[in-house]
């Protein structure tokens, strides 16, 4: 996925659990994610744009969410 204009169309997917994202995702693209309440498993790729930063504010959001990278 892009850098955040494909995550904004995970916004309605309110009952997403898991998800895996490709290298081109940066912290702006982590905003659209802030909604997934019913997230649990995030897996972010080795080699990707997203600083710790942008982790902890996402973890911030979605406190019952495993960030892996």
Excluded at 27 to 32: E, I, K, N, R
Excluded at 42 to 58: K, M
């Amino acid at each position: 996925m892009g850098e955040g204009a494909d995550l904004v169309h995970l916004k309605g997917l309110a009952k997403l659990q898991d998800l895996g994202l490709g290298n081109g995702v940066t912290d702006a693209g982590l905003v659209h994610l802030k909604g997934l309440t019913n997230l649990t498993n995030l897996i972010l790729p080795y080699h990707t744009q997203v600083t710790d930063a942008g982790v902890a504010v996402l973890k911030k959001a979605l406190p019952n969410c495993d960030i892996n990278r």
